[in-house]
C-alpha cells in the first residue's frame, strides 16, 4: 500500500461514526449489510449514513452494490489487510514485539469475611 492510500483510509477511519461503520461491516462478512440494517444498528440517520459510505468507498475500504431495491454495503477486506501491513511493516526493527518480561496476570482479590 502506498502511503497515500493510507492516509486515506485512516482519515476515513479518523471519525466515530465511520469506525462503527466500517467494524459493523467487517463483522458482517463479505455478504455485507444493507444500508437500512446499518442505520438501524447503529442509530444513524439514512443520509447522514449516506455521507459516511461515500467516505469509506473513496477511501477503498467499503463497496456496494445493489440487490433488488436494498443497497448492500461490504468491507474492503483486501484494503483492511493492506493497510495493517503498511503500519506493522518492519515492525520493531525485524524483533519480536512481544514484551521480554510478560506481565503475570492480575491476582483476584477475595473479600476478607466481617
Do not use: W
Not at 33 to 56: K, V
Request: aromatic share 6%; proline share 5%.
Amino acid at each position: 500500500m502506498e502511503k497515500i492510500n493510507a492516509v486515506a483510509a485512516l482519515a476515513a477511519l479518523a471519525q466515530d461514526n465511520r469506525l462503527d461503520v466500517f467494524r459493523l461491516l467487517v463483522q458482517a462478512g463479505p455478504d455485507g449489510m444493507s444500508a437500512g440494517a446499518i442505520a438501524e444498528t447503529l442509530d444513524i440517520a439514512p443520509n447522514t449514513l449516506t455521507f459516511h459510505f461515500d467516505r469509506l468507498r473513496m477511501a477503498g475500504l467499503a463497496t456496494v452494490r445493489r440487490e433488488g431495491r436494498s443497497m448492500i454495503y461490504a468491507a474492503r477486506f483486501e484494503t483492511m489487510n493492506a493497510l495493517v501491513g503498511f503500519l506493522t511493516d518492519n515492525c520493531c526493527g525485524g524483533t519480536s514485539c512481544a514484551p521480554a518480561n510478560p506481565a503475570k496476570p492480575a491476582r483476584k482479590r477475595s473479600k476478607v469475611p466481617a
